[in-house]
Nanobody, 114 residues
Framework: QVQLVESGGGLVQAGGSLRLSCVPS????????MGWYRQAPGKQRELVAT??????GYVDSVKGRFTISRDNAKNTVYLQMNSLKPEDTAVYYC?????????WGQGTQVTVSS
């Protein structure tokens, strides 16, 4: 069973930064698609950022503020979040595409106060 462990969430003031980390229980390669989703209270889960090999993608609302990256040596995927806004408040989930299946972490709470 593949497991993903997220960390790095917390409470931050608007304009601040956080870095989320995701460590899978399997060894990831550049070809593995990974991503970050988020879900705010009362809203649908939203894709925030993806990375496959060196190709990244972002939802428009976070472009220029968030950066997804991977460190294969540390078997970790990161989401650097800068210039945070109250509307970024959500539970953030890491995902991994692994042999035709998608796996999810349990999520980490990010709260941005105004």
């Amino acid at each position: 069973q593949v497991q993903l462990v997220e960390s790095g969430g917390g409470l931050v003031q608007a304009g601040g930064s956080l870095r989320l980390s995701c460590v899978p229980s399997v060894s990831i390669r550049n070809s593995n698609a990974m991503g970050w989703y988020r879900q705010a209270p009362g809203k649908q889960r939203e894709l925030v950022a993806t990375i496959t090999s060196s190709i990244t993608g972002y939802v428009d609302s976070v472009k220029g503020r968030f950066t997804i990256s991977r460190d294969n040596a540390k078997n970790t995927v990161y989401l650097q979040m800068n210039s945070l806004k109250p509307e970024d408040t959500a539970v953030y989930y890491c995902t991994l595409g692994w042999y035709g299946r998608d796996y999810w972490g349990q999520g980490t709470q990010v709260t941005v106060s105004s």
